[in-house]
């Protein structure tokens, strides 16, 4: 069963420095984040997973995100942890406190750097999910992470672990995704915003968006669209926004997301090393982009 079908936010993780200069997270921000997601069509919020810096907190700070998160939603729509790590001991304990939370899913993501083979990755997920009770969502990343997981691999995942029940796809190899989804075996999510309208022709459910973090209600409308019925008019979507989907990834996510929310005063926050503020030239071409985009709206 679907955690979610339509736009899932990649949310953002809003840092700040605190009275000793320390860069810490801004919790208070982040509540008002969520609430204007729950209030302009996002239809499942992501917390701690790669777009909100999930390598750069603290134990600490990613359970505390993830447990504010729970509590500020209160149950108005799914809420989904990112409990993958290149560590599967703590990807398990991640995830069990994550479940005792309250969270609605998991979102988990391929070990990366150390990143083993596929029946590692067997493993690693039989792993996670024989540890909680609540469903879980494969993450695909492949060019960050170094490892695909592939077709068979994936459907063989889920065939043997019931509650792995869903895959966010940004591999780009659309064979792939076709390969999973007619399987029936797993729901598919983009993982890329520039192929949301590709991955739901071959039948896909949504998408877990860094696009959505702007423009959430057109990420939402884009997907219904063409859940509805409506193929053409989110293709027409899809392609009036690949410009800013594009301009998104200039440089590594989230630089470009979280310079455009501060260009378009939704306060981000700062970012945390070893990512550093977008150079003036990329700025100025997404601010560019930007403006284009909502000129066409």
Known sequence: ?????????????????????????DY????QLIEFHIQNGTDSIIICGTTGESSTLTEEEHE????ECIRIVNGRIPVIAGTGSNNTKRAVELSMKAAKMGADGLLCVTPYYNKTN?????????????????PVIM????????VNIEANTAIEIAKENENVIAIKEASGNLTQVEKITNSGALDVY???????????DKGGIGVISVLANI????????????????????????????????????????????????YMDMDSGIL??????????????????????????
């Open 1 to 25: 069963m679907s955690i979610f079908k339509g736009s899932g936010v990649a949310l953002i993780t809003p840092f700040k420095k605190d009275n000793n200069g320390e860069i810490v997270v």
């Open 28 to 31: 208070e921000r982040l509540e």
């Open 64 to 67: 505390k995100c993830i447990s």
């Open 118 to 134: 596929q029946n590692g990755l067997k493993l690693y997920y039989k792993r996670i999910a024989s540890s909680v009770n609540i």
């Open 139 to 146: 993450y695909n990343v492949p060019s960050r992470t170094g």
């Open 190 to 200: 983009s993982g890329n915003d520039d192929q949301i309208v590709d991955i739901l």
């Open 215 to 262: 423009y959430p209600q057109y990420t939402h409308d884009m997907v219904m669209e063409h859940l509805n019925g409506s193929r053409i008019k989110a293709l027409e979507m899809q392609k009036n926004a690949l410009k800013l989907c594009k301009g998104l990834f200039c440089d590594v996510n989230p630089i470009p997301v979280k310079k455009a929310m501060q």
């Open 272 to 297: 945390r090393e070893p990512l550093i503020e977008l150079d003036d030239e990329k700025t100025n071409k997404l601010i560019n982009t930007i403006d284009n985009f909502g000129k066409s709206l």
